[in-house]
């Protein structure tokens, strides 16, 4: 059974940094690679950042230049440090990966950001 679980959101204010964790059990990130998405009020769910299991990265352009994705393939987990946050970073964030076609889900985590 797969599971996805995120942690790291929180209330901060323009400027500041976070770092979100997603932890995974019954998938390797090593080898399936692991996305970051966000989804807004009001908006599409939109894909921020992804590592491959070879650790091959890429970003959204809103974000290039200030939010990092990397992984502990040891641990499991991946990361998406996030800098120089913008009101427009406020979202909920959530961890993707998939095997053999099929999306797993996190639960998601809520980043706000005050101006």
């Known amino acids: 059974q797969v599971q996805l679980v995120e942690s790291g959101g929180g209330l901060v204010q323009a400027g500041g940094s976070l770092r979100l964790s997603c932890a995974a059990s019954?998938?390797?990130?090593?080898?399936?690679?692991a996305n970051w998405y966000r989804q807004a009020p009001g908006n599409q769910r939109e894909l921020v950042a992804a590592i491959t299991g070879g650790g091959t990265t890429n970003y959204v352009d809103s974000v290039k230049g200030r939010f990092t994705i990397s992984g502990d393939f040891v641990k499991n987990t991946v990361y998406l440090q996030m800098h120089s946050l913008k009101p427009e970073d406020t979202a909920v964030y959530y961890c993707q990966t998939s095997r053999n076609w099929r999306a797993f889900w996190g639960q998601g985590t809520q980043v706000t950001v005050s101006s």
């Open positions: 019954g998938i390797q990130f090593s080898i399936n690679g």
